[in-house]
């Protein structure tokens, strides 16, 4: 290919960069010939290319990938694989006497870097190739490589640094990232103009009335899914979430039982082993359909797999085309997607997601900005192996794209904080865990204690998942984990769903939770944290200019408006829509008022994301009590918010009073701190940020703590910080990732600076319309009744059907 001889010519000139091409089309060989050609020209012994993946599972394909040529060639070159599944007799050979090339992860590269003798380990390092970079760079994830690879700099200074992606918007600041801030020549953008198609079909209902339906996962559609299922068509089916993927597997268990064998349910709770299976039998063929989450976005090559299934909006156009190049992995093929929607209004998110992929649009990801825990991390790693001074470590550090702002006081709090334990945590040994040996320009920082770097290095990571509790069969076998939160709610003898079994619940003994097979039946499914995912920033912009076209069509300015299946399908939904209140174009901002029984209700569509309604949502009931004082619930989807007030709470007269001070962004982090609490979701936040930082650990095996545990002695630090130390720079992390990750300030101010410039629909409807039924969905799928989710929304909607008919 001729992306590849670029590669491999810029390669050997020197020059580092970032490699986009579509999946399957040859990325990992344009990224590794080029260092392999220049070690056969120049043989010597010791570690010359380290290739860094973010899972554990692409290093089993990449190995594979990489040995081959090496093999049917027979060059005299080593490859070795490292993490957390190689034996340690396997480490222990690559230390003594290490491969030319090493594919790792990113936590056991700063593993390595905490050995002492990480400097002759990297001594004969020339490239280094970053995987799936859209994937690292995003999270903390990137910052510890980047910090990492700053440190590699130092010690070779003519280091190459390649990074893959399939997938990104912002291209530039990307291979930044990658290369680092250094004075080097700008990094190398290679892309090229192969066509990769993603042919897109949506199973449509047979009919799409005025009311579509939330909150059931698309289940009551698995009738049509089934019948567009091929038994003899590889086929991955992806969720969203774990919970998603479990209801779904145990769906098609039971409406397809001549699929048993072939069938199978792979998300990251899963056991490893049980996953390397189902992974092994795709490729083979053996198994045909595959219900999955996120766990197999990323490079494992599935060249069998003919078609990706979507259940539910991917929710970012990224996340979709990279699931779909799962399907035909290989140069010019075409990636079949066929999408299930889970909302009726969902349509209207895959018809914006055609247009955004026509006109190639993807969106961008940013790294952190100089996040001080995953700095903290490294420091102390670097402790842990060859130590470092002071100032030359900050010239290294700010050679990191993401710390080349690090100020000078912040590096002296970060010394301060490991050598003293900062303002307040001095009287414990455990938080003076560097001290400085040697004098002048031989004067370095290393760990006080043998015992610190020891835990330490089990905890290296900022990965910071709830704890997990173990699932094994009772004198059996693992089959996986489930969070703590779960199986606390258990009783002996509780049934639940999880793996594709249905299990009884025995015992719960030192973080294992003992279960059994049973055939009870049961409705209980584990469910995880992070599960809820919001609308990307680029996929939002679309979604209005969708709304827009369906107002322009339906008040009769471009009868040619629905030009995509998903909208002519959505037609009689957003005529009754129309009808009842109003579309908004994309100028204007539709809010809606209606009185039930169950009080006064408030509905409005900025369609900017759940998140960002979260925040818009409580805002405005803050600021609407500050006038009228009441109690205000708030519920959120993608597509607007509702606000609910008893009866009689006059919505109307305050929304026209107090319009222009509702969206007013002007001291909006002050208003939201009061609306939203920012202190808490901050102590809360804080959590992740001591365990990354090493101020909370997990202790050594065998002795882990609880979740609880860990929240509880990250809370005691985050009040004596708060008390003794306000200046402490975790507190001013912790409330920065709230306002900006959680409550997506940045975009909660763009919002409300758009909103303020379009034209307020205000419309009084008898009922709630269309764009309301999933918004009162979502609210009542978060209330605990006797009755059914399924059997209050059907009733609702037959009074709803009987009012439109009188």
Not at 273 to 279: G, H, N
Not at 559 to 570: G, K, V
């Amino acid at each position: 290919m001729p992306f590849q001889r670029q590669c491999w010519k810029a390669h050997l000139q020197g020059r580092s960069g970032l490699i986009q091409v579509p999946t399957g089309s040859g990325k990992t060989y344009a990224a590794v010939m080029g260092p392999i050609a220049r070690m056969l020209a120049d043989p010597q012994p010791g570690l010359r290319l380290l290739y860094l993946t973010p899972l554990r599972a692409l290093s089993r394909d990449l190995a594979a990938a990489i040995q081959a040529p090496i093999s049917a060639m027979g060059w005299p070159l080593r490859l070795g694989v490292r993490n957390g599944d190689t034996p340690g007799s396997e480490r222990t050979r690559q230390l003594r006497r290490p491969p030319e090339i090493l594919i790792t992860t990113p936590e056991s590269l700063c593993l390595l870097l905490a050995n002492p003798r990480a400097e002759e380990l990297f001594g004969g390092l020339e490239a280094v190739v970053l995987d799936e970079w859209h994937e690292l760079m995003g999270g903390k994830r990137g910052s510890q490589c980047e910090l990492a690879l700053s440190w590699l700099r130092r010690q070779r200074p003519g280091l190459r640094t390649w990074a893959i992606s399939a997938t990104i918007g912002n291209l530039e600041e990307a291979a930044r990232a990658a290369v680092g801030a250094g004075g080097k020549p700008d990094p190398v953008l290679i892309t090229a103009r192969l066509r990769r198609d993603t042919a897109i079909r949506s199973l449509l209902p047979e009919r799409i009335d005025g009311f579509p339906w939330a909150g059931h996962l698309g289940l009551r559609m698995y009738e049509e899914l089934v019948a567009a299922l091929e038994p003899g068509v590889s086929t991955l089916l992806f969720t969203n979430t774990r919970n998603q993927a479990e209801r779904w597997h145990q769906c098609l268990r039971y409406a397809c039982p001549e699929m048993e064998g072939s069938l199978a349910l792979h998300h990251s709770a899963i056991d490893r082993a049980e996953r390397e299976a189902i992974e092994a039998g795709v490729k083979a063929g053996g198994l045909r359909w595959v219900v999955c989450t996120s766990s197999l976005d990323l490079g494992v090559d599935f060249q069998p797999v003919e078609r990706v299934v979507q259940i539910g909006s991917a929710k970012n156009l990224a996340r979709l085309l990279q699931r779909a190049g799962r399907s035909a992995h290989l140069p010019g093929g075409t990636s079949q997607v066929l999408f299930m929607p889970t909302n009726a209004l969902e349509l209207l998110e895959v018809s914006a997601m055609r247009r955004g992929l026509a006109d190639g649009l993807v969106e961008e990801r940013r790294p952190p900005q100089a996040p001080i825990d995953v700095l903290l991390q490294h420091l102390t790693s670097l402790a842990c192996g060859p130590g470092f001074h002071p100032e030359q470590e900050l010239a290294t550090v700010r050679s990191a794209w993401s710390y080349r702002r690090l100020s000078e006081a912040s590096w002296r709090w970060c010394l301060q904080f490991l050598e003293q334990g900062g303002d307040c945590l001095g009287a414990y040994p455990r938080y003076r865990k560097l001290k400085r040996v040697g004098h002048g320009e031989a004067e370095r920082l290393v760990v006080s204690e043998p015992a610190i770097a020891r835990l330490h290095r089990l905890n290296i990571g900022t990965i910071t998942a709830d704890r997990a509790v173990t699932v094994r069969v009772v004198r059996g076998a693992v089959l996986g984990h489930v969070e703590e939160t779960f199986i606390s709610r258990l009783k002996p003898g509780d049934v639940f769903f999880f793996a594709g079994r249905q299990l009884e619940f025995v015992r719960l003994r030192e973080m294992t939770a003992q279960v059994k097979a049973t055939t009870r039946k049961s409705q209980a499914v584990p469910a995880w944290a992070g599960g809820q995912m919001a609308l990307s920033d680029l996929l939002s912009h679309h979604l209005r200019q969708e709304v827009d076209r369906a107002a322009r069509a339906l008040g009769a300015e471009d009868s040619n408006a629905l030009d995509t299946p998903e909208l002519q399908a959505l037609e009689p939904l957003l005529r009754r829509q129309a009808e009842l209140s109003a579309l908004p174009r994309s100028t204007e901002f539709l809010v809606e008022l209606c009185s039930s029984r169950e009080g006064s209700h408030l509905y409005a569509y900025p369609f900017e994301g759940r998140f960002v309604h979260e925040g818009i949502g409580f805002l405005w009931a803050w600021r609407l009590a500050r006038h009228a004082p009441t109690t205000i619930t708030v519920s959120v989807n993608d597509y607007g918010f509702e606000l609910l007030a008893p009866r009689g709470y006059r919505f109307e007269a305050l929304f026209e009073e107090h319009a222009d001070a509702l969206l007013d962004s002007r001291e909006l982090e002050t208003h939201l701190e009061q609306a939203v609490n920012v202190s808490e979701l901050s102590r809360r936040r804080f959590r992740a940020i001591a365990q990354i930082s090493g101020l909370v650990l997990n202790g050594y095996p065998g002795q882990n703590r609880s979740g609880g545990q860990l929240q509880i002695s990250a809370a005691l630090l985050y009040d004596v910080f708060e008390r003794h130390e306000p200046g402490n720079l975790l507190l001013a992390q912790a409330r920065a990732e709230v306002l900006a990750e959680q409550l997506e300030l940045p975009r909660i101010a763009a919002a409300l600076q758009r909103l303020m410039g379009c034209r307020l629909l205000l419309q009084r409807t008898p009922r709630p319309g269309p764009l309301a039924f999933p918004l009162l969905a979502e609210r009542l799928n978060n209330r605990m009744s006797n009755e059914s989710l399924l059997a209050r929304l059907q009733r609702l909607r037959e009074q709803a059907e009987r009012q439109e008919g009188c």
